[in-house]
Each structure stands twice: as C-alpha cells, then as structure tokens.
C-alpha cells in the first residue's frame, strides 16, 4: 500500500452552463488527469437569465453524464448575475466591488432566495436524476436571507472564501481559503497567481481549488491550475465534498 497522502483536495468548476460549453470541456480537461472524476460542478440554471439549462437537451444529458459518473453536483445561484436593488447599503458597494454584479445570493430576501434554491434545486435533480450534492452563492457571496434559505431547505453542503459547511447540520466542515484566479485586471491576475502558488505549498488540511470559464483564456491561469493541481495532489487525495460530510458523521458517532 503506498503512504497515505495527508490532506484532501477539494476541486470544483464554477459556472457551468450552456453558456460555457466549450471552457467547461477546457477545464475538464485541464482538472481530469489530476482529479478524475473526483470533482463538483457548479451548475448555473440560467445564466443572466438567457442561457437556460433545458431537461431533454443535449447540455442537459451531458450533466446526467457527469453526475452518472461521479461529479458531485452544486446549484450555484439561479441566474448567477446580482438583480436586486440594495439601495445604498454596505452590501450593494461590496456587490459590486468584488463581484462586477455577479453576488445574486448577497441581497435577496429569504423567500426570494428560498425560492431560487427551490426551482433551481427542482431543475438540476430532474436533470441529473438524483440529489444535489450542495449549493455555492455566485462569488461565494451570502446574505442572511440566503442563510436562513438554505437551512430551511436543509441542503447538505455550502461554502464560502473561507469554510465549508453543512446548513442541514449547522456544522462547519473544514476551514481554509479557495485557491482561485482572476483575470478581469492586470494586478488581480498577478495577484491570482501569486496567491495560487503561496497557497499550494500551504498546510492546508482540506485544500480548495476553484477554476472559472474564463480563465482558460490566459496561458498563465492554466499554466498555474496544472502546477496547482500537481503540487495538490502530491501531498492530497482528491475527494469529494461529501466526504466531509461523512467524516463528521463518524466524528459525531463516536463522540
Ligand atoms: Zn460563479
């Protein structure tokens, strides 16, 4: 038997959607040989409102596909893009700062988040004939009344920047920060890289990785997604997001 590799490597592609198509078979391909079908997708039910996912469609089947073969499945927003009217809070100026108006889940109130996650939830389980492994906000962004929606719908996972957690149990499952990369400016890039290769070599137990559509349009990301993923899998086991569920499940059985 070989030595047990000591953390766990979480890997995950944002935004999946029709959409995206073409960078999600990038970025499958790019994960894969380091992963295998160890991986969640992160499936938007209609981007912007104008990329809707339809049941019977091809991009549709292709899902049932990924999550027949083992891809874990996460509802991530309904439209993905921020539609509500903040007025001049805290929260709208940190929408559109860090998120070029993509924090849909930031200012939405608990029925109008409880509904999304409801018809979203609807659509990807008839879609991929079974559960939703869990549910990331767009931009990891959370407000309360999104909070309170997920546990009410006692949805199994969810994560932000900073921690995984379980909103059906209220208890967190693992603490540390998403590698990822931005490419909308210049000095977001270099510091995506920057963060990527500080963080792979980090003692991180349960160790993140996020890729989006964009960034295989830059030879850097990608070059840095597969030094990433290499570096992460010498000392990790990719696994997945259920795994933590079932590792607090014998925590909290033994205790
Ligand atoms: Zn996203």
């Known amino acids: 038997m070989p030595t047990p590799r000591r953390g766990l490597l979480l890997a ?16 499958l391909a790019l994960v894969e040989p380091h992963v295998g079908q160890r991986l969640a997708m992160l499936v938007v039910p209609n981007h912007w409102g104008d990329a809707p996912i339809i049941p019977g469609s091809a991009f549709a089947s292709r899902l049932r596909g990924w999550a027949d073969s083992g891809v874990e499945m996460f509802l991530h927003g309904y439209f993905h893009r921020d539609d509500t009217c903040h007025g001049r809070s805290a929260s709208r ?17 608990r029925n109008d988040a409880a509904h999304r996650i409801g018809e ?18 767009p931009a990891w962004l959370y407000g309360s009344g999104a909070l309170e929606a997920l546990s009410e719908a006692a949805v199994p996972i969810a994560e932000d920047h900073l921690r995984v957690w379980s909103p059906r149990t209220r208890q967190q499952l693992a603490r540390g920060p998403v590698i990822t990369w931005a490419s909308r400016t210049r000095l977001r890039l270099a510091s995506s890289l920057a963060a990527a290769a500080a963080l792979r070599n980090a003692p991180i137990k349960v160790l993140r990785v996020g890729v989006h559509p964009p960034d295989v349009r830059h030879p850097a990301i990608v070059r840095s997604i597969g030094n990433t993923l290499g570096v992460a899998t010498s000392t990790r086991r990719p696994a997945a997001y259920a795994d933590l569920l079932a590792a607090q499940l014998r925590i909290s059985g033994r205790t």
């Open 12 to 27: 995950s592609i944002h935004d999946v959607s029709p959409r995206f198509e073409s960078e999600v078979d990038q970025l």
């Open 93 to 109: 100026l940190q929408a559109s700062l860090m998120t070029a108006g993509e924090g849909e889940f930031l200012g939405l109130t």
């Open 120 to 137: 979203g939830r609807a659509l990807v389980e008839d879609v991929i004939g079974r559960p939703l492994d869990g549910f990331v906000a």
